[in-house]
């Protein structure tokens, strides 16, 4: 079949369309450039006017009508002026002379009025309109409602304002860095601590302001967490404007999108100089006190032996209770007489056992903090525990174990210590200090049950009570 055989379908451009839109661009096509003008205009969305020179509306569209409310009938004809405010008609007279000067206006935000009195925020842009001989019979405005944007820079331009003041009067230095770490934006607390400039701290320029001797160290931990995407925590001097190194507390925390990525980080440095010198100061006493407290139980020791000489096995007794006590008091030192790992609390208390009788003990518990006072009273009971085994217990054989565990359940702390393997055991006679240290002073101090189990095969002590007798309070 030749080209000219084929039907009109196949032969037909690839950009001509058949149907009621065919026909309709074919329409648009006919009319004339005049009249596919005044069609667009019609049907803008934009308010555009068209008024001579002394402000007579020409033509109002449908987008006039909308925005304003007056109907084409109602203002062809009439002033422009109508839709100005009293407060604003300085406004068209300016505009007045610019046109009539050959001058646009162009995008001028400003307030008009609807039908209603209700004002409206528009901007507008006015260019004049030449006839054929190029003078100037009129102009053209196009208004366009920009109420909700003006509401949204007004709003955003308020949360800036709120952020700046609350970014620039808060008493930590403050920093905002990108996905990659760059530093983009400081607070005006920082260049007033520092006496820096943006041009300089920006990027990785905070360096200048780091000790020597920590930059490194800093500098490798802020890359580890930029690359885990996790939390960052230090503590470092940073220089001030006098020359100063002072101690500051540094956070940083990711700021994730809605997807989860990481869009920029927000830190923050707190100055820790005086509770840092305060904690030293308090750290000081402490140790003082320890030291004096010391020399009292050495003091006690020695009164001890004057008074009851040849009386040896008292005496080892009553130096390792005082050992035990002293034994406390160190770790309670290290801990600011606040808090103590239960762990570290167990294997303190148990090393002279275990220097003795090594790989014989084991320890078993979760990761705990208790109470200074929970710690006394406990560490004086392992100890007597302790001794025991090692004098009349499982720790007096080799195949002899002792297992001290502790847990918390329904609220509850409940701790054990298990002995096996070593020599029959039988009940005691009578109770002495030791059981008191034991089962009675637990009681008393903790409100706790402490019982002492003299099974055959192995004592078992247990103690039970409330886990806010003992726990210290979370941080």
């Known amino acids: 079949m030749s080209s000219t055989d084929r039907p009109a379908s196949e032969g037909a451009s690839p950009t001509s369309t058949n149907g009621p839109d065919a026909d309709e661009a074919a329409k648009t096509l006919a009319m004339s450039p005049e009249s596919l003008l ?24 449908r987008g006039a009508e909308d925005l304003f409310g007056w109907s084409a009938g109602e203002m062809i004809g ?20 610019q046109i009539v000067a050959g001058q646009r206006v162009s995008a001028m935000h400003t307030v008009r009025l609807r039908k209603t009195g209700a004002r409206v925020r528009v901007s507008v842009t006015v260019s004049p309109v030449r006839d054929a001989d190029g003078r100037i019979v009129g102009a053209s405005t196009i208004a366009r409602d920009v109420g909700a944007l003006e509401l949204a820079r007004q709003q955003l331009a308020e949360s800036e304002r709120r ?8 008493s930590q230095l403050a920093w905002i860095a990108d996905q990659d770490g760059y530093i983009f934006w400081y607070n005006k607390r920082w260049f007033e601590y520092t006496g820096t400039t943006l041009d300089q701290m920006q990027g990785w320029g905070w360096g200048t302001v780091h000790h020597p001797d920590h930059l ?12 885990a995407g996790l939390s960052w925590e230090d503590t470092f001097p940073l220089k001030g404007r006098d020359g100063q190194y002072r101690w500051f507390l540094s956070r940083a925390r990711p700021i994730h999108d809605e997807a989860g990525g990481i869009v920029c980080w927000f830190g923050t440095n707190t100055d820790i100089t005086e509770q840092r010198a305060q904690a030293e100061s308090i750290q000081t006493l402490l140790d003082e006190v320890n030291h004096r ?33 002293a034994a406390n008091q160190d770790l309670l030192v290290r801990r600011a007489w606040r808090r103590v790992a239960m762990d570290e609390l167990v294997r ?9 009788a090594e790989g014989q003990i084991a320890i078993d518990g979760p990761a705990l903090d208790v109470t200074a006072r929970s710690a006394e009273v406990i560490g004086m009971a392992l100890h007597e525990l302790a001794t025991n085994a090692l004098k009349y217990g499982a720790l007096t054989r080799e195949g002899g174990r002792v297992v001290v565990d502790w847990a918390v359940h329904d609220d509850a702390f409940l701790m054990h210590w298990r002995e096996s393997g070593g020599p029959q055991v039988d009940a005691p006679t009578r109770a002495g200090f030791g059981t008191s240290v034991i089962r009675d002073i637990p009681a008393v101090s903790l409100d706790a049950v402490a019982t002492l189990d003299f099974a055959p095969n192995g004592l078992v002590w247990t103690l039970r009570c409330a886990a806010e007798r003992v726990l210290a309070a979370a941080v």
């Open 216 to 227: 490194a160290e800093v500098t490798e931990r802020w890359k580890t967490h930029l690359a």
């Open 163 to 170: 952020f700046k003041m609350l970014a620039d009067n808060i």
């Open 78 to 97: 009439k002033s422009v002026r109508i839709i100005i405010p009293d407060d604003r008609q300085a406004e068209e007279d300016a505009i007045v002379r």
């Open 293 to 325: 407290s010391k020399n009292m139980l050495t003091l006690i020791q020695s009164l001890a032996r004057r008074s009851a000489p040849g009386n040896e096995e008292f005496l080892k007794r009553f130096v390792r209770r005082l050992d035990a006590l």
């Open 348 to 356: 303190a208390q148990l090393s002279f056992a275990t220097d003795i």
């Open 38 to 61: 005044a069609a667009v205009v019609e049907n803008s969305d934009d308010a555009i006017i068209a008024k001579s020179v002394d402000g007579t509306v020409l033509s109002w569209n």
